[in-house]
């Protein structure tokens, strides 16, 4: 008897680790993905907000692009975190994990929080850099009339 409970309980222990695996690697493609973003939208700064920008702007959009470089930082340190518990949770699949259950629930829920922080950061520098875009549109709509 003691041995089926054993046998469900070890059942139960390699579900939540497999679910925790795949929550790390979704995390992974998300960070990959957002590293991307990050990317393009310092390019879009960099080429075609160059043409564009008036004096007025120029502060605004060197803000936006400081923002980009410090979000850049956290997002390679929370890469760097999403790989580590990678490694944690496939130790723990492979019987050589030095890491509890718990241990790893309590990272993939810091990792959770961590990611969901980086991307409201990146929202809200979106949300700028499209405010920004609008205005430069417009004051050169109005500059071409």
């Known amino acids: 008897m003691e041995t089926n ?23 992974l493609s998300e960070i ?7 990317k393009f939208m310092t390019d879009l700064l960099d080429k075609f907000f160059i043409d564009l920008i ?6 605004r959009i060197q803000l936006i692009k400081r923002q980009l470089i410090s979000l850049s930082y956290v997002k390679s340190n929370i890469k ?11 130790e ?16 993939d829920a810091r990792m959770a929080d961590e990611l969901k922080d980086i ?3 990146f929202k809200h520098i979106k949300s700028e850099i499209f405010a920004v875009t609008s205005t430069l549109l417009l ?4 500059a071409s009339i």
């Open 5 to 27: 409970d054993q046998t469900t309980v070890a059942a139960e222990v390699d579900e939540a680790v497999a679910k925790l695996y795949d929550q790390n690697k979704f995390w």
């Open 32 to 38: 990959n993905f957002l590293d991307d973003e990050i």
């Open 54 to 59: 008036q004096d007025e702007h120029v502060n």
């Open 80 to 90: 760097q975190d999403i790989v580590r518990h990678q490694i944690h949770i496939e």
């Open 92 to 107: 723990k699949i492979n019987n050589k994990a030095a890491k509890s259950q718990v241990f790893l629930e309590m990272e």
């Open 119 to 121: 991307q409201k950061s």
């Open 139 to 142: 004051d050169n709509k109005k």
